[in-house]
């Protein structure tokens, strides 16, 4: 059975501990108010032995210093942008994650490219650190 559940992740998660073997968090990280909360939350709710699996954006990533990628929504609200609430409140390099994912075991942070095609190609140019858009980070409790 699939169920799907609603939550405020600025919230401590209804769930009850060592429930999850796995939790998946894309592209939600860094429109949290409270990272360390959410982090302590996954810590408690998974099974000894699981896994996380965390994508965010890469803070480092050359596109969003010149205004190609999240222009109206960098740490705030900017220009016209129409969901006034859904904006990145922090960005993370790799020593950000690993700090957060701390009493996590064999916490391991990689970049990886999200583009296609010419801007891809382009990017692949550039040091890891500035070209790949995201970070993705895989960590055990």
Known sequence: M??????????????????????????????????GLFVDEIYRVLKKGGDVELITD?????????????NDYLIGYYGNNKHKEDYHRQLF??????????????????????????????LTLLPKRFGCACLYLIAEK
Request: with cysteine.
């Open 93 to 122: 390099v790799p020593s950000h994650l690993k700090a957060y994912f701390k009493k996590f075991k064999n916490v391991k942070v990689e970049y990886f490219y999200l583009q296609k095609g010419l801007k891809l190609l382009l």
């Open 2 to 35: 699939v169920t799907t559940k609603v939550w405020n992740l600025n919230k401590k998660l209804p769930f009850k501990e060592n429930t999850f073997d796995k939790v998946r968090a894309y592209s939600i990280f860094e429109h949290l108010s409270n990272c």
């Open 58 to 70: 890469n803070a480092g990533c050359i596109l969003y210093y010149f205004g190609c990628d999240h």
